[in-house]
C-alpha cells in the first residue's frame, strides 16, 4: 500500500505539531514580543540599577562580580523555567481537555510520543527566543564579563527543561481544581525564592540549603553563572549541574509521552 | 466480493469491570454507508474510537483497511477520517487555519494541503468564513468543518460520531446532503445516530446496538419488514385512561405498545385499526396514521425509545 510506505519518519511528523503550536501562536504575537522584551528590561533594571545601589557599590557576593553580573544569569534561567511551565501546565492540559486537539491530532496518523516531541520542541523554541533576548539586554547592561557568556541561553534552557515532570503530571489532571495555583504557590514560589537566585544559597541556613541542592532552578543559575563570569566551582560540579538537569528533563518527558499515550487510549 | 474495509469479530471493550462493548461483529464494504443506531450509552462512540485505531480492543479481533490497529495504528489512521461526537477544532486557529494545520499531520506538502483546504471550504460551504474565528461559528458550521477537516486526506473511510446532532433541521440536511455527495463518489461511510430518520436517509445497512450488544442488523427497510408492521396507529387517551384503555384495545393489530403518553398500535393497515378502535367505543383524544420506523424497531427490541 502507498500511503504506508510514503509515511514521512517519526521526528517529522512530531515537527508538524510544532508548526501547529507556532501558528497558534501567532494569534498572541504582540503579547508574546512585549513580555519577551519588557520582561528583562524591567527585571534586569530593577534588580541591577535600582536594587544593586542599596547593596554596597554594586559589589555581588563574588569577588569581583557586581551583583548585576551575579543575578542576571539567574534572572534568565528563572524567565525560561516561566516559559516552560506555561506549557507544561495550560499547554499540557488544554490539548488534552480544555481544546483537546491532541485528540484530534492522535487521529491522524500522529502518535502520542509524536505529539510530546513535538510540544517539547515547541517549548524549546518558545524558551530560545525568550532567553536569547534576555541575553541580548544583559549584553546591553554590561552584564556579561566572560567570552563563554552566550552558553547562559543553554544553561537557561535546560532549566526550564528540567521542569517537564510537570507536564506528566498535567497530563494525570483530569479535572481542573485549581491545582496549578497551588503547584506555583507551594513549588514554583519557593524554589524561586530559595535556589541562590538573587542571594547565594550559601546565605540560606544549612537546613533550607537542601531545597536549592534539589531545584533545577538552582542548578541553572549556576551553571550560567560559570558562563558569564566563571569558573568559580569545580568542573565536577558543573557537570554535575547538566547532568541533574538533563535526567531530569527526559524522565519528565518520557513520563509525559506515557501519560499522554494512556489518556489519549480510552 | 471486493475484501471488506473493516471486520469485527466479538469485540469488546471494557472499563474496568463493565463491558461497554459486549461482544459485536459486523463487516463493512467498500463504499457502502453503514450505521451504528442505538441510545445513549450503548456503546457506538466506544466502537467508533475502537476503528478510528486510537483506542485499544480488550478482546475480539478487528481488522481496519486489512491491517489490525493494535500493530498498525498510525498506517490505519492514514486513510481514515474522523469526525469526533465532540468537535475538537483548534479554536485558537481560524477557520482555514485548522485544515491547514491537520492537512500536514497526513505528511501532505504545504501546496497540496493549501489547495485541497480551499476545495474542502467550497465543499461545506464555508469559503467566505475563511478567516473567521472558530468560535463565531455556529454549531452547524463547527460540524461541516471538522467534516471538511476529516476529508483532508481523501479518506478512504470516513467515520462519523453523531454528525447532525443538536443541529436544527436546515442544518441537518445541508450535511445530509453533503454526505450523500461522498456517497455518490465511492467513500466508505460509518455513521452513529440516534436520530432513526438519519439513519433510514443515510445507511444502506445498519446495526442496531444496546449496552454493547447487537439487537439487530440490516438495511433500514428490511429490519422494519422483519420486526414491524407496514404502519402505525398511534391514539392518545390521556396519561390517566392509557392504561386501562390499552386492556380494551387487545387484539387490534398484530402488537401493540403502551407508552407513557400514548398506545402504538402495529398494524399493515392503520386506518383499518382506526375503524377497529371507533367499533369498540373507544375514543382517542387524537389518532395518527403513519408509516412503520425505525424508532419502532428499536422500541420492540429493546422495549425502550431510542431518545429518552
Ligand atoms: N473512558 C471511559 N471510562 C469509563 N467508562 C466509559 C468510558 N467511555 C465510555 N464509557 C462508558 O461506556 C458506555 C458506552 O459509552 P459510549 O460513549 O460508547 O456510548 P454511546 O453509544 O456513544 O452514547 P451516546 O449516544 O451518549 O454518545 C457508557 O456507559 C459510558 O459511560
Ligand atoms: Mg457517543
Known amino acids: 500500500m502507498s500511503a504506508v510506505t510514503a509515511e514521512p519518519r517519526s521526528h517529522a511528523r512530531a515537527w508538524f505539531v510544532t508548526e501547529h503550536k507556532i501558528r497558534a501562536m501567532r494569534g498572541y504575537t504582540g503579547t508574546i514580543i512585549a513580555t519577551t522584551i519588557g520582561t528583562p528590561l524591567l527585571y534586569l533594571f530593577a534588580f541591577g540599577v535600582g536594587l544593586a545601589t542599596l547593596i554596597t557599590s554594586n559589589v555581588g557576593p563574588v569577588p569581583g562580580i557586581s551583583y548585576l553580573e551575579f543575578v542576571a544569569p539567574a534572572l534568565l534561567a528563572t524567565a525560561a523555567v516561566l516559559v516552560a511551565m506555561e506549557e507544561y501546565t495550560f499547554g499540557i492540559l488544554l490539548g488534552l ?71 506528566a503530571y498535567s497530563a494525570t489532571i483530569q479535572e481542573d481544581r485549581g491545582q496549578f495555583a497551588i503547584l ?54 558543573t557537570v554535575a549541574h547538566v547532568v541533574y538537569l538533563l535526567a531530569l528533563g527526559v524522565i519528565g518527558w518520557q513520563l509525559c509521552v506515557r501519560t499522554v499515550a494512556r489518556r489519549l487510549n480510552k | 466480493m471486493p475484501a471488506p474495509v473493516i471486520v469485527a469479530t466479538d469485540l469488546v471493550k471494557k472499563y474496568k469491570d463493565f463491558a461497554a462493548v459486549d461482544g459485536i461483529t459486523f463487516e463493512v464494504a467498500p463504499g457502502e454507508s453503514f450505521g451504528l443506531l442505538g441510545p445513549n450509552g450503548a456503546g457506538k462512540s466506544t466502537t467508533m474510537r475502537m476503528i478510528g485505531a486510537v483506542s485499544t480492543r480488550s478482546s475480539g479481533s478487528l481488522s481496519i483497511l486489512g491491517l489490525d490497529p493494535n500493530e498498525h495504528g498510525p498506517a490505519i489512521r492514514s486513510q481514515l477520517g474522523v469526525v469526533p461526537q465532540q468537535d475538537n477544532l483548534d479554536t485558537e486557529l481560524r477557520v482555514r487555519d485548522n485544515l491547514l494545520v491537520y492537512g500536514r499531520y497526513f505528511g501532505l506538502p504545504r501546496a497540496q494541503v493549501a489547495a485541497r483546504a480551499d476545495e474542502l471550504l467550497e465543499f461545506a460551504q464555508l469559503s467566505d468564513r475563511a478567516k473567521a474565528k472558530v468560535d463565531d461559528l455556529s454549531g452547524g458550521m463547527k460540524r461541516r468543518l471538522t467534516i471538511a477537516r476529516a476529508l483532508i486526506n481523501e479518506p478512504r473511510v470516513l467515520l462519523l460520531d453523531e454528525p447532525t446532532t443538536g443541529l436544527d433541521p436546515q442544518a441537518r440536511h445541508i450535511l445530509w446532503d453533503r454526505l450523500y455527495r461522498l456517497r455518490e463518489q465511492g467513500t466508505t461511510l460509518v455513521l452513529t445516530t440516534h436520530y432513526m430518520d438519519e439513519a433510514e436517509q443515510l445507511a444502506d445497512r445498519l446495526i442496531v446496538v444496546d449496552k454493547g450488544r447487537i439487537m439487530a442488523e440490516g438495511s433500514p427497510a428490511s429490519l422494519i419488514r422483519e420486526h414491524s408492521s407496514r404502519e402505525v396507529l398511534e391514539v392518545r387517551f390521556g396519561s390517566e385512561r392509557n392504561a386501562t384503555a390499552a386492556a380494551d384495545l387487545a387484539g387490534i393489530g398484530d402488537r401493540l405498545e403502551v407508552l407513557p403518553d400514548r398506545i402504538l398500535l402495529y398494524a399493515h393497515s392503520g386506518e383499518e385499526a382506526l375503524a377497529e378502535v371507533t367499533r369498540r367505543g373507544l375514543e382517542p383524544i387524537t389518532s395518527l396514521v403513519r408509516r412503520s420506523s425505525l424508532e419502532d424497531v428499536f422500541l420492540k427490541l429493546t422495549g425502550r425509545s431510542l431518545i429518552e
Open chain 1, 97 to 167: 481537555k480544555w481544546n483537546p486537539i491532541f485528540v484530534g491530532m492522535n487521529s491522524t496518523p500522529l502518535t502520542a510520543r509524536q505529539i510530546v516531541d513535538g510540544l517539547m520542541l515547541f517549548i524549546g523554541i518558545r524558551m530560545l527566543i525568550t532567553t536569547t533576548v534576555y541575553f541580548v539586554v544583559m549584553l546591553a547592561f554590561g552584564a556579561v564579563p566572560s567570552g563563554w557568556g552566550i552558553l547562559t541561553i543553554v544553561a537557561g534552557m535546560l532549566g526550564g527543561f528540567a521542569f517537564a515532570p510537570v507536564a
Open chain 1, 184 to 237: 506555583q504557590r507551594t513549588v514554583i514560589l519557593p524554589l524561586t525564592l530559595f535556589s541562590g537566585t538573587v542571594f547565594p544559597l550559601t546565605q540560606l541556613p544549612a537546613f533550607l540549603q537542601w531545597i536549592g541542592w534539589l531545584s533545577p532552578l538552582w542548578h541553572a543559575s549556576e551553571l550560567g553563572r560559570q558562563f558569564v563570569y566563571g569558573p568559580t566551582e569545580p568542573i565536577w560540579l
